[in-house]
């Protein structure tokens, strides 16, 4: 069964400090593996979109890593910002399948 | 450029009444579009999708359908909601898959509709 798995839960960071987001994942065959940043009451908006031979992607403050072989991706916020708050989530994609992950809340306090 | 419109914003009704929420599209031909189901502190469900006019793949069972009479239009309907129907809806669209079924694209989401049945 195709799962994505993401952690920690929520987070709380202050402001101007970087932080990590996991994503594990069991998605065969994979295809591609997104991150997606929603905003409290707004539908989701594309941060990055890696494939199988990407290790790593940036936007701006945002990097995300993939590792294929452990089935893991991170995303890394640097020098965070109170407009970084929101729910991050990870999305694989198979053959003709998204797998979405329950996402991380990200609380960044002054 | 493309843009996506939900309507409404918000919505409560009660447990029983019908439910129509709209979903429509701007600026592409031919996309993927989504039906999805966020309740309060959970991940996002996928409802629907829709490949083409008229074509819709349902995820899950549930009291809910939906339609695609127009190209670039996506409706999600009940006949008798229930409380679990509660929550935040978001339509989406992608550019269509090589398998003609939901493409792994990227998904563009709408605002959204925030339902609350009583």
């Known amino acids: 069964k195709n799962q994505v798995e993401q952690s920690p839960q929520s987070l709380i960071i202050l402001e101007g400090k970087n932080c990590t987001l996991q994503c594990n994942y069991t998605v065969s065959p994979f295809s591609n593996l997104r991150w997606y940043k929603q905003d409290t009451g707004r539908g989701p908006v594309s941060l990055t979109i890696?494939?199988?031979?990407?290790n790593t992607k940036s936007n701006g403050r945002y990097t995300a890593t993939l590792d294929a072989d452990t089935k893991q991706s991170s995303l890394h916020i640097t020098a965070s910002q109170l407009s970084d708050s929101a729910s991050y989530i990870c999305?694989?994609?198979?053959?003709?399948?998204?797998?979405f992950g329950k996402g991380t809340m990200l609380l960044v306090s002054p | 450029s493309q843009t996506i419109h939900q309507w409404p914003a918000t919505l409560v009704q009660p447990v029983g009444s019908p439910l129509s929420l709209e979903c429509t599209v701007e600026g592409t031909s031919n996309p993927n579009l989504y039906w999805y189901r966020q309740a309060a502190g959970r991940g996002l469900q996928l409802l629907f999708y829709?490949?083409?006019?008229?074509?819709i793949s349902s995820e899950v069972p549930q009291n809910l359908s939906a339609s695609r009479p127009q190209d670039r239009q996506f409706i999600l309907s009940s006949k008798k909601l229930l409380l679990s129907d509660s929550g935040f809806y978001l339509c989406?669209?992608?550019?269509?898959?090589?398998?003609?079924?939901?493409?792994?694209?990227?998904?563009?989401f709408g605002p959204g509709t925030r339902l609350t049945v009583l």
């Open positions: 890696m494939t199988f031979s990407e």
């Open positions: 989406a669209w992608s550019a269509l898959g090589l398998a003609g079924g939901p493409s792994t694209d990227t998904q563009y």
């Open positions: 829709s490949v083409g006019i008229g074509q």
């Open positions: 999305v694989v994609g198979g053959y003709s399948t998204l797998t």
